[in-house]
């Protein structure tokens, strides 16, 4: 997966990260639901004020991770890796680049609690688990919160 097939690039308007985000959730038997993907609507627009990273190959998305500010801390958001790039060392890639931009006092972000794979690769970036929550999604999401201080 890595090497020169593989592409990071910013966000741009033809990218179509809802289908990518679709393609997680089917994946893993969450539903998607517009009406709580709002930061999906307008993609550009939502992390304006933070930075989006996208990585490609030739068959498309492979990966996605967002960042926004939030008070003292920059929120990390839409952490998703499709199966053909699992295991290839993208996802902490994007992490790293997204704990790199602006300068903060730490990071949080909330995960489903499916994704198992992705919290180890947290912890081993030196985030500490902390509560749960039940979103009122369709679904009834659990997801666990995460930070790290820099």
Not at 97 to 126: C, I, K, P
């Amino acid at each position: 997966m890595r090497g020169p097939a593989v592409h990071f690039r910013p966000l741009s308007p033809d990218d179509d990260v809802r289908a990518h985000v679709r393609t997680v959730y089917e994946e893993f038997g969450l539903g998607y639901d517009p009406a709580f993907e709002d930061d999906l609507e307008e993609p550009l627009a939502h992390y304006a004020h933070g930075a989006f990273w996208v990585v490609t190959d030739g068959d498309g998305i492979v990966a996605t991770g967002g960042v926004v500010p939030h008070g003292a801390l920059r929120c990390v958001k839409r952490m998703y890796v499709v199966p053909r790039g699992r295991r290839s060392g993208l996802a902490r890639d994007i992490l790293r680049r997204l704990l790199a931009w602006g300068n903060f006092e730490g990071t949080e972000l909330w995960s489903d609690v499916r994704f198992r794979a992705a919290h180890q690769m947290y912890q081993s970036e030196g985030f500490k688990p902390g509560p749960t929550r039940v979103l009122a999604d369709p679904d009834r999401s659990v997801e666990r919160y995460f930070s790290r201080l820099d």
